[in-house]
């Protein structure tokens, strides 16, 4: 009788052993968890620098617990090859351009309306009051938005000072094969565009075949095109934004103790490289201007000429270019905030 009983209580303790081991399994598999990053920013900028410190401040705030690995320069490929992996969980995270996020959800794209939103503290307004319906929109397209980073502004330069719309139509301006909303918005105005890659206008420039070129001051400054196109407008074209995203797969993988402080962290990043962007886009354009470029600065009667003509296209450009329901959202924001409301 002794054994038998002996036998049963090791059964029993067997079995209990078991279960425990069973129950810690899924415990165990949610340990570790790697994310890959993919980028096409360079690492030795501000925001290469600030997705750095937020793979270290990942590990640190998860015990090791979330690995973030990532992967600088486009070395993942174009936004297109990236969101293409993304979805694919080959990697699981991309900082991605409002050209990116327009393949996610093309909604985001209306924070681009040309002219319609003139500094940053209408952005800030805009994005307090739109970021959660983007985001929703976003996660309904599958992921999850660890942070939002306004990149500066889209500024117009070109060889002859462009104070007018009837001036810049004079002049042959570069667009990016990959903004075709842009592209199509200013050829809706009547604007002579012409779709260059960003690596070949400066060559264009040099040989004639454009004029102009729209794009961020910093961007402008690296490529060397204001030794060509040595004037600025003064007029802020539209925000340069972008944003960094998960795919659901890879946010449900971890820990739900470990989220709330992967998303303070991410916070905390996009105000350092909101600070940081601005900062760099400050000295490039005093850089720019100690070598020889122009600030053309608009009186308010010329920048109200261009705010005229953008309206003039509104039928044209919110619809058929840009989601019109969120454009509608955001000039209803911006006419509350201008009248004081």
Known sequence: MKLVYRQKKFALLLWAVLALSLAAAPACAQRNVTIKLASLVPENTPWGEAINRMAVEWARATNGEVELIVYHNGVAGSEADVLRKLRMNQIQAAMFTSIGLNAVTPEVMALSYPLLIHNNEELDVVLEK???????????????TL??????????????PVFSPAEMRRQKMASSPDELEMLQAFKTMGFQMVPVDLNDVLVSLNS????????????VANLQVFAVAKNMSSLNLAPFMGSILMNEAAWRRIPDQHKEKIMQICKQIENEIEYSIARLEEDAITTMVKYGLQINTLSPAQEQDWYQEIDRHESALAGPVFNREIYIRIKSILTDYRQGR
Do not use: C, H, N
């Open 130 to 144: 739109i970021r959660p319906e983007l985001e929703t929109r976003l996660e309904r397209s599958g992921f999850t």
């Open 208 to 219: 004639g075949m454009l004029d102009a070129v729209y794009q961020s001051p910093v961007f």
């Open 147 to 160: 942070a939002w980073a306004k990149a500066g502004w889209v500024k117009i330069f070109s060889r002859a």
